[in-house]
Nanobody
Framework: QDRLEESGGGLVQPGGSLNISCAVPEYIWNNYDMGWYRQAPGRERELVGD???????YYLDSVKGRFAIFRDHRHNRFVLQMTSLKPEDTAVYYC?????????WGKGILVTVSS
């Protein structure tokens, strides 16, 4: 499996905003569902949100209205836009691409929400 790489993580204060993104190889577009997962310390990895090939989307209840996922094909980036961040959003975030026969994970990037 190719290991993709996220960018844009770091430290942000509660209530702040942060965008993280993942570079998307050209062959991924239109052939894979795209999603963002996260794993907080001591917890299992969970799906934050995703967009299917057909265009339908899903968001974890705790991030609805605060997070947005979008595909920037022009710049070959897959973006997670996070606003009104809370300390409980602190986690390692992973991009994930799911195809019919394979899947790809990012290496993960740390987002810390703290004052």
């Amino acid at each position: 499996q190719d290991r993709l790489e996220e960018s844009g993580g770091g430290l942000v204060q509660p209530g702040g905003s942060l965008n993280i993104s993942c570079a998307v190889p050209e062959y991924i577009w239109n052939n894979y569902d795209m999603g963002w997962y996260r794993q907080a310390p001591g917890r299992e990895r969970e799906l934050v949100g995703d967009i299917t090939i057909q265009g339908s989307s899903y968001y974890l209840d705790s991030v609805k209205g605060r997070f947005a996922i979008f595909r920037d094909h022009r710049h070959n980036r897959f973006v997670l836009q996070m606003t009104s961040l809370k300390p409980e959003d602190t986690a390692v975030y992973y991009c994930h691409f799911l195809g019919d026969r394979d899947e790809f994970w990012g290496k993960g990037i740390l987002v810390t929400v703290s004052s």
